[in-house]
């Protein structure tokens, strides 16, 4: 059911914005996920993709099949919703892993179990 | 009442969600509500530590806030990726103390603080209140503590405490 080219003209400009700025967070995300050295570095770059990345793609779907069918299509709201509430779980599962593997060996770039009470600790910058 | 709606919250977004899944009609509000019940049900067997919402009228304000960020957010690190390797390395952790104790608000900070490009909630020491994060563009860490302690913990302390 292909009717794409039932779309008009405003439409499309803005669902490929969209799809545009999506798609590109997304790739900009992964590209830095391969480029970045360090594992805690990494925990960074694919939240561009779950994001704004999808959350563009998603506006893009919502705007496409709305004008489509003529009636509101949210349930996109859905997937936004729960890669939000999901994401924390898996980032937070690894870097504890990792936080706990350096601390067992001892890793100096990686802050002590026990830093004392009420003191901002300077970052452990690395050069 | 309580003990036929014991999460009114949880049963409005399940039946909300089924909604929006099926179609907006009398026959799948009936259907939605009796699933989000029973659902409803087996949460209260499991006795979570139920969530008092003070001030309602400030979730807005924070939705606002947290969107608009993670908007910024993106852009920056987007334009940190694409310097590539001729920029320096920034990142680094940073532990914040916390006044927040209430484990709703804790858990929503956390998803915040996840969502938001540019910084990981790493590890949380409940006995101190403190807070391990990992920033990555942890250029000036006075900017990043303001950021979390007054924009975030502030609005959610007068939400949940």
């Not at chain 2, 029973?38 to 003070?54: D, E, I, N």
């Not at chain 2, 590539?84 to 940073?94: C, I, K, L, Q, V």
Request: net charge neutral; proline share 6%.
């Amino acid at each position: 059911m292909s009717h794409i080219a039932e779309l008009p003209l405003w439409a499309s400009v803005l669902v490929s914005i969209f799809l545009l700025i999506g798609a590109g967070l997304t790739l900009i995300g992964s590209f830095g996920f391969y480029r970045l050295g360090s594992f805690y570095d990494r925990l960074h770059a694919p939240t561009l993709g779950t994001s704004w990345g999808a959350a563009a793609i998603l506006i893009a779907s919502m705007i496409c099949f709305s004008v489509l069918q003529s009636r509101p299509v949210f349930h996109e709201l859905l997937i936004g919703i729960f890669i939000t509430i999901t994401t924390p779980v898996t980032l937070m599962l690894l870097g504890r892993a990792a936080l706990y593997r350096d601390r067992a060996e001892g890793n100096p770039e990686v802050p002590a179990m026990d830093p004392p009470k009420g003191v901002i600790e300077p970052g452990a910058a690395q050069e | 009442m309580s003990r036929v709606f014991p999460y009114p919250l949880l049963i409005a977004s399940l039946v909300t969600m089924w909604l929006l899944l099926t179609s907006f009609s009398l026959g799948q509000f009936i259907v939605g509500l009796a699933v989000a019940l029973v659902a409803a049900q087996g949460m209260a067997a499991l006795h979570p530590s139920k969530p008092r919402l003070r001030r309602w009228d400030l979730i807005g304000k924070l939705v606002v806030t947290v969107l608009y960020d993670i908007v910024r957010s993106n852009i920056d690190v987007a334009r940190i990726l694409l310097q590539g390797s001729r920029r320096p390395n920034t990142s680094g952790f940073m532990t914040i103390p916390l006044e927040l104790r209430d484990p709703t608000a804790l858990a929503l900070l956390a998803v915040i603080l996840t969502a938001t490009p540019g910084t990981a909630w790493l590890d949380y020491n409940a006995s101190r209140g403190t807070l391990l994060l990992h920033v990555f563009d942890l250029v000036d860490e006075e900017t990043w503590y303001e950021l979390i302690k007054t924009r975030y913990e502030h609005l959610l302390m007068e939400i949940f405490e």
